[in-house]
């Protein structure tokens, strides 16, 4: 059951804690911080917590504290046993380092008041263990276990089968997990509350559960995620959402009066966020991509004579400490950063976060912006800069949202069979099971609630080897399955399974080669995801045709004078939020509903809190759509055709994000391509897609499409011989033990697991087109990456006649096209370019609107 918390007064709280810990907490604070309030109580008493908190707000001391307590307590009575009593779990290993920093100090100065009182206490002990950790040093921890642990969620599933270790850990009285939104969306998530249960049957005692958050929704959906049920019925958690307590000044602003005139738009742009970084003491700037990273640290440099520094995943981890120390001690003006700065590692104080481009979710957004002004007490203030009026028309509806904290809720993967199968290998290496004991373990975990006994059955009959054409494959059983029991098979489980835990892929970068063999360069696996036979795109300033895929090489032709149909930068996009996609939708109708009747512009000022200009920049956008096409909204489904010889653009305006729309495109385009016998080239982006083809479509044929009926089906034929099918099977392969990535010490190249993924996956399509891996593999694409839940939900809108679709002919792309159809038009490799596409687009709309010929 979820209980909503409540805040604690101060004495209540120190009352509680050890006289030693209570005084080292009045030397040090005034007061007791809102989320320590609602947590430390509770967690005294045993119950499970989850705080939701900005950063900043003293989350750490509200987890550790009553632990801290419990422990001084058994130290001073000489009770402290060689055992872990606190297990911590954080997704970042950078932050582990940070909080063993964090608790060695408040120890030390509870050590030297203990001393000042002539009382001996025994010495409490923290250590960290990943993935890094030194093997002397493992062994140091077999011998003496820390009392505290510090770990990531994949060495959690490492030493729970490790038989020495494990006995240290059946009196765990906390398990804190930290940023547990950061896994809570992902499979690392699903695989920590597998891990989660199997720690809790080690427990000879209570082991409380506390969760710590920065800003997310649904708050009581991630505390069944962090608690679980016991036999069918929800585990108790106390819930505290204090985010509300740190204030927020997000405001929208734009470099540029005009978005389609002559001006410099890079030079305007930097000058802005120049100007922005001067006027602060510390600025932290967000870029959804890598590449842009650099590129924005490059031209800051040339404005502004102080240290700034990039910081984002492919630097080397020596490299973003450094970068980290550096912006902690105060050494920096500015650092630019992809999302690798987004969780909480200390980064020490910042005054003002500058969003460059949507961050396409109101939680990200908070979380972002919640980096600057480090003390609760201070404000957050945060700057998102657009430079295009969809972002700002996005940007607009999202900080207000933020501003009101109107969240948009998460999505937590449901029954990952890959993951699965990877935690009964685990399983099974600690013991011998009987299924319904297994099964009954299994569904505790929030993610496998609903998981059917014939999933588990079907997973089972895997993993030993029942499919026995498998092993032409060299695909082995990993364990013995009788129909009743379980267990290992063979002394080489336990290394086999140490060297291949976790659920994060490897990715590497692919090379892109010409027929003849000639390497022209490379992308990144999401790009290749991508592709579809015919795609052509733009590498090293040429544009090349894709033909097919042999193991991690993508074979192309050289094709000139052809328009580029995938923009090279998608792959690093992020996706806009469904939620987030319907409240833009609903700002549409709202904007038509008031051109109509008053000032738009005064309105948009008063309620969206931007100034004249950009009011001034989304009324023209609105006015010059409405004139020349329709207004697409949440009640109103816009298809445009812009037909002409040889050549049909056919835009759906179906604001849903990216994954969403994804769906849709692949489906449609399959249709019209079995309909019309012809090639039908996809572009997307979050505010719709288009298609484009030789052949017309009439206005039934393109009613047709909407049909919900056979969709998934659809969907799942759409995606033979796609790069996103290979992919994203040889990740689940990998993480179902199918492929060893690395076997008794032998590393396989992604290379050669790709190689083994495709034979394995053309093998199980002609003969096992049930077996778990190749579920998973569907049910990843159709509900983690393309959003097939929210597409049949909204079919069925149309269906119904709550959505109405308006079919429009149009003689040039309308406003709100200019950016789909310059994602199919060209690979817009400079801003440059597309500025004069754009421009010339606009030129030719305001004069039919001018010249009324409409």
Same mark, same amino acid.
């Given at each position: 059951?979820?209980?909503?918390?409540?805040?604690?007064?101060?004495?209540?709280?120190?009352?509680?804690?050890?006289?030693?810990?209570?005084?080292?907490?009045?030397?040090?604070?005034?007061?007791?911080?809102?989320?320590?309030?609602?947590?430390?109580?509770?967690?005294?008493?045993?119950?499970?917590?989850?705080?939701?908190?900005?950063?900043?707000?003293?989350?750490?001391?509200?987890?550790?504290?009553?632990?801290?307590?419990?422990?001084?307590?058994?130290?001073?009575?000489?009770?402290?046993?060689?055992?872990?009593?606190?297990?911590?779990?954080?997704?970042?290993?950078?932050?582990?380092?940070?909080?063993?920093?964090?608790?060695?100090?408040?120890?030390?100065?509870?050590?030297?008041?203990?001393?000042?009182?002539?009382?001996?206490?025994?010495?409490?002990?923290?250590?960290?263990?990943?993935?890094?950790?030194?093997?002397?040093?493992?062994?140091?921890?077999?011998?003496?276990?820390?009392?505290? #642990?510090?770990?990531?969620?994949?060495?959690?599933?490492?030493?729970?089968?490790?038989?020495?270790?494990?006995?240290?850990?059946?009196?765990?009285?906390?398990?804190?997990?930290?940023?547990?939104?950061?896994?809570?969306?992902?499979?690392?998530?699903?695989?920590?509350?597998?891990?989660?249960?199997?720690?809790?049957?080690?427990?000879?005692?209570?082991?409380?559960?506390?969760?710590?958050?920065?800003?997310?929704?649904?708050?009581?959906?991630?505390?069944?995620?962090?608690?679980?049920?016991?036999?069918? %019925?929800?585990?108790?958690?106390?819930?505290?959402?204090?985010? %509300?307590?740190?204030?927020?000044?997000?405001?929208?602003?734009?470099?540029?009066?005009?978005?389609?005139?002559?001006? !410099?738009?890079?030079?305007?742009?930097?000058?802005?966020?120049?100007?922005?970084?001067?006027?602060?003491?510390?600025?932290?700037?967000?870029?959804?991509?890598?590449?842009?990273?650099?590129?924005?640290?490059?031209?800051?440099?040339?404005?502004?004579?102080?240290?700034? /520094?990039?910081?984002?995943?492919?630097?080397?981890?020596?490299?973003?400490?450094?970068?980290?120390?550096?912006?902690?001690?105060?050494?920096?003006?500015?650092?630019?950063?992809?999302?690798?700065?987004?969780?909480?590692?200390?980064?020490?104080?910042?005054?003002?976060?500058?969003?460059?481009?949507?961050?396409?979710?109101?939680?990200?957004?908070?979380?972002?912006?919640?980096?600057?002004?480090?003390?609760?007490?201070?404000?957050?203030?945060?700057?998102?800069?657009?430079?295009?009026?969809?972002?700002?028309?996005?940007?607009?509806?999202?900080?207000?949202?933020?501003?009101?904290?109107?969240?948009?809720?998460?999505?937590?993967?449901?029954?990952?069979?890959?993951?699965?199968?990877?935690?009964?290998?685990?399983?099974?290496?600690?013991?011998?099971?009987?299924?319904?004991?297994?099964?009954?373990?299994?569904?505790?975990?929030?993610?496998?609630?609903?998981?059917?006994?014939? @999933?588990?059955?079907?997973?089972?009959?895997?993993?030993?080897?029942?499919?026995?054409?498998?092993?032409?494959?060299?695909?082995?059983?990993?364990?013995? $399955?009788?129909?009743?029991?379980?267990?290992?098979?063979?002394?080489?489980?336990?290394?086999?399974?140490?060297?291949?835990?976790?659920?994060?892929?490897?990715?590497?970068?692919?090379?892109?080669? *010409?027929?003849?063999?000639?390497?022209?360069?490379?992308?990144?696996?999401?790009?290749?995801?991508?592709?579809?036979?015919?795609?052509?795109?733009?590498?090293?300033?040429?544009?090349?045709?894709?033909?097919?895929?042999?193991?991690?090489?993508?074979?192309?032709?050289?094709?000139?004078?052809?328009?580029?149909?995938?923009?090279?930068?998608?792959?690093?996009?992020?996706?806009?939020?469904?939620?987030?996609?319907?409240?833009?939708?609903? %700002?549409?109708?709202?904007?038509?509903?008031?051109?109509? =009747?008053?000032?738009?512009?005064?309105?948009?000022?008063?309620?969206?809190?931007?100034?004249?200009?950009?009011?001034?920049?989304?009324?023209?956008?609105?006015?010059?759509?409405?004139?020349?096409? =329709?207004?697409?909204?949440?009640?109103?489904?816009?298809?445009?055709?812009?037909?002409?010889?040889?050549?049909?653009?056919?835009?759906?305006?179906?604001?849903?994000?990216?994954?969403?729309?994804?769906?849709?495109?692949?489906?449609?385009?399959?249709?019209?391509?079995?309909?019309? !016998?012809?090639?039908?080239?996809?572009?997307?982006? @979050?505010?719709? $897609?288009?298609?484009?083809?030789?052949?017309?479509?009439?206005?039934?044929?393109?009613?047709?499409?909407?049909?919900?009926?056979?969709?998934?089906?659809?969907?799942?034929?759409?995606?033979?011989?796609?790069?996103?099918?290979?992919?994203? $099977?040889?990740?689940?392969?990998?993480?179902? #033990?199918?492929?060893?990535?690395?076997?008794?010490?032998?590393?396989?190249?992604?290379?050669?697991?790709?190689?083994?993924?495709?034979?394995?996956?053309?093998?199980?399509?002609?003969?096992?087109?049930?077996?778990?891996?190749?579920?998973? *593999?569907?049910?990843?694409?159709?509900?983690?990456?393309?959003?097939?839940?929210?597409?049949?939900?909204?079919?069925? /809108?149309?269906?119904?006649?709550?959505?109405?679709? /308006?079919?429009?002919?149009?003689?040039?792309?309308?406003?709100?096209?200019?950016?789909?159809?310059?994602?199919?038009?060209? @690979?817009?490799?400079?801003?440059?370019?597309?500025?004069?596409?754009?421009?010339?687009?606009?030129?030719?709309?305001?004069?039919?609107?001018?010249?009324?010929?409409?």
């Amino acid at each position: 059951m979820i209980i909503e918390g409540k805040p604690y007064r101060d004495e209540e709280i120190l009352t509680l804690l050890h006289p030693l810990v209570r005084e080292w907490f009045k030397s040090k604070f005034s007061t007791f911080t809102p989320p320590q309030r609602y947590a430390i109580v509770e967690a005294f008493k045993g119950r499970n917590v989850l705080v939701s908190s900005p950063t900043g707000s003293g989350k750490t001391l509200a987890a550790f504290l009553s632990a801290i307590s419990m422990l001084v307590d058994k130290a001073e009575k000489n009770e402290l046993e060689d055992k872990v009593y606190i297990v911590y779990v954080s997704p970042l290993r950078a932050l582990n380092n940070d909080i063993k920093r964090n608790l060695e100090e408040p120890l030390k100065e509870i050590y030297e008041i203990a001393k000042s009182k002539g009382l001996k206490l025994q010495e409490i002990r923290i250590s960290v263990r990943t993935g890094d950790t030194e093997s002397s040093e493992r062994q140091k921890q077999l011998k003496k276990p820390p009392h505290i #642990l510090i770990t990531t969620p994949e060495t959690l599933a490492i030493v729970l089968c490790s038989p020495k270790f494990s006995k240290a850990l059946t009196n765990v009285n906390y398990l804190i997990v930290d940023e547990i939104h950061a896994v809570a969306e992902n499979k690392r998530g699903v695989h920590l509350a597998l891990s989660i249960e199997r720690l809790q049957r080690l427990q000879k005692g209570k082991m409380v559960r506390i969760g710590l958050s920065a800003t997310i929704h649904p708050i009581d959906e991630v505390a069944r995620f962090l608690v679980g049920y016991e036999n069918g %019925f929800e585990r108790d958690c106390v819930v505290a959402d204090v985010t %509300f307590e740190k204030k927020m000044e997000i405001k929208v602003v734009s470099p540029l009066e005009d978005f389609f005139s002559f001006e !410099d738009v890079s030079e305007k742009l930097y000058n802005k966020i120049a100007e922005l970084v001067k006027r602060s003491r510390t600025a932290l700037i967000f870029t959804n991509t890598r590449s842009a990273t650099e590129r924005v640290v490059y031209h800051l440099k040339k404005r502004i004579k102080e240290p700034i /520094k990039a910081h984002h995943s492919s630097l080397s981890r020596e490299v973003r400490l450094e970068v980290e120390k550096e912006l902690k001690e105060g050494k920096l003006k500015c650092v630019v950063s992809s999302t690798s700065l987004e969780l909480g590692i200390d980064i020490g104080y910042i005054d003002l976060v500058i969003l460059i481009g949507s961050p396409k979710s109101i939680s990200r957004a908070l979380q972002r912006v919640g980096r600057s002004g480090h003390k609760l007490h201070e404000v957050s203030v945060g700057r998102i800069v657009v430079l295009d009026p969809d972002d700002l028309v996005e940007c607009i509806v999202l900080a207000r949202e933020a501003r009101m904290r109107k969240l948009d809720r998460i999505r937590i993967p449901k029954k990952c069979l890959d993951v699965l199968c990877q935690h009964i290998v685990g399983m099974a290496i600690e013991k011998k099971w009987k299924v319904d004991e297994a099964l009954s373990l299994i569904r505790n975990a929030y993610p496998y609630k609903d998981l059917s006994k014939e @999933d588990l059955i079907s997973v089972l009959q895997y993993l030993s080897g029942n499919y026995s054409k498998l092993e032409t494959k060299k695909v082995y059983a990993k364990i013995w $399955f009788d129909g009743e029991e379980f267990g290992k098979r063979g002394k080489l489980l336990r290394p086999i399974y140490y060297l291949n835990v976790g659920t994060i892929p490897d990715e590497v970068a692919i090379n892109v080669v *010409t027929k003849e063999g000639k390497i022209v360069g490379k992308v990144e696996e999401d790009f290749a995801e991508r592709l579809v036979y015919g795609d052509i795109f733009v590498l090293a300033g040429k544009t090349f045709r894709y033909l097919k895929s042999r193991g991690m090489n993508l074979v192309v032709e050289e094709v000139e004078g052809e328009k580029p149909t995938v923009p090279s930068w998608y792959s690093e996009q992020l996706p806009l939020n469904y939620d987030l996609a319907l409240r833009i939708q609903e %700002f549409r109708r709202k904007m038509e509903e008031i051109m109509e =009747k008053e000032d738009a512009i005064d309105w948009l000022m008063k309620e969206f809190e931007i100034d004249e200009k950009a009011a001034k920049a989304i009324y023209n956008y609105f006015l010059e759509q409405k004139l020349f096409s =329709k207004i697409p909204t949440d009640k109103k489904l816009l298809v445009e055709k812009f037909e002409k010889e040889n050549e049909n653009h056919y835009f759906f305006h179906t604001l849903l994000g990216r994954k969403a729309n994804n769906a849709l495109a692949r489906v449609f385009a399959y249709r019209v391509g079995i309909a019309k !016998d012809c090639n039908v080239q996809i572009a997307l982006n @979050d505010n719709g $897609f288009s298609l484009t083809l030789q052949k017309k479509l009439n206005d039934r044929e393109i009613m047709e499409l909407f049909s919900s009926k056979n969709f998934r089906e659809d969907l799942e034929r759409s995606l033979e011989k796609t790069e996103i099918l290979r992919r994203r $099977f040889r990740h689940v392969a990998v993480r179902s #033990l199918m492929i060893l990535k690395n076997y008794l010490g032998r590393e396989k190249s992604v290379w050669n697991q790709q190689v083994a993924a495709d034979t394995i996956l053309n093998f199980l399509k002609k003969y096992y087109p049930n077996l778990p891996a190749l579920k998973e *593999t569907y049910r990843e694409i159709f509900e983690d990456s393309m959003d097939l839940e929210n597409v049949l939900e909204y079919l069925s /809108k149309i269906e119904k006649g709550e959505v109405e679709v /308006k079919i429009v002919r149009v003689p040039y792309p309308s406003p709100f096209s200019f950016n789909l159809y310059l994602v199919g038009e060209e @690979d817009v490799v400079l801003m440059e370019d597309r500025r004069k596409v754009l421009r010339e687009l606009h030129e030719r709309v305001m004069s039919m609107i001018s010249s009324k010929k409409l």
